[in-house]
C-alpha cells in the first residue's frame, strides 16, 4: 500500500507538472535580447527588449495609438492578458504573440541583477535572471550590414540613397541610459532631453573616434519610449560606408555595422 501511494503521489506531481508546462508561458535567460540587434547580454533601463519563447501569448497584436493613455506606455495591451515583470515592475509592451514579446524595461530601475517574468492570464512563465547595466548601447539596423539612419527631412539612407561628408545623419538608438531630465516610468517623451552621460559617449567611424563637435545630440527621441536618436554631423574627411559604433564607458554597440556614404 506504501508503494502504491507513493506511486501515485510521483503521477499527481507529474500530472500538475505537465499541466504547468502545457499551459504557462516558457523562455530563458538567452531569449532576452536587446531589440535593436536582437543580441542576448546585458540590458539597461529604458531598453527596448525582445524576448522569445513559446504560450507567450493566445493572440498576436501590437501597440496602437488608442492604447496610449495619459501619455504612458501601456503594461498590458487591451485583450491580451500579457505582462512583463521586470525586478517586479511592470514593464510597457509594445508587441504580443505566441512566440515573441516587444517590452520596455522600466526606467527608473538600477543597474544590477534583476528578474524577468511573463504572465498570461493567471499563467506565470519561469523567473528569470538577467543583468542590468547603467547602458547597453545598440543601433536599429535597416538589415545584417546598415544601421537605420534618415535625414533631417526624414528622407531614408541607405545603399541606393546615400549621405555625403559635411550631411547631417539622424541615427536611432536603445540603451542609452538616463537622460536630462530623466525618464519617468512608462512616459512616452514628448520634448528632447540629453544623455546624462553625455561626457562619456562615443561615436567610433572606421574605428576612431569622432571629436565631440560632430555629435549634435543624442538623447530620447520625442514622441516615443525607449528610443534614441543620434544626430550627426558627417565629417568632410569621412570614407565611403564606414563602420560605426556607438558607446558609453566600456559598453559599445555591435561591429561590422555600416553607414551608407559616397564621396
Known sequence: MAVFRAILVALVGL???LSLDLNSPNYTADGIVNSADNRP???APN???SLYGVRLSYVTRGLTPDDIRGGLLPT???GTGVRVLVGNMPAGIYYVSATQINFLVPANLLPGPSTVQVV???HSGPLVKIMLQSASPELFQLDAQHAVAVRPDGSPITPDSPAHPGDIAILYATG???TVPPIPYGQICTEAAPLNQMSDFKLLLDGTKASEEYVQYAGVAPGFAGLYQLNILLPKSIQPNPEIRIGLGD????TGL???VDQ
Not at 251 to 254: C, L, V, W
Open 15 to 17: 500530472s500538475r507538472a
Open 41 to 43: 547580454g546585458p540590458l
Open 120 to 122: 498570461l492570464d493567471a
Open 76 to 78: 498590458v495591451l487591451p
Open 251 to 254: 559598453a559599445m554597440s555591435i
Open 258 to 260: 555600416h553607414l551608407p
Open 47 to 49: 531598453t527596448i527588449a
Open 176 to 178: 542609452l541610459g538616463q
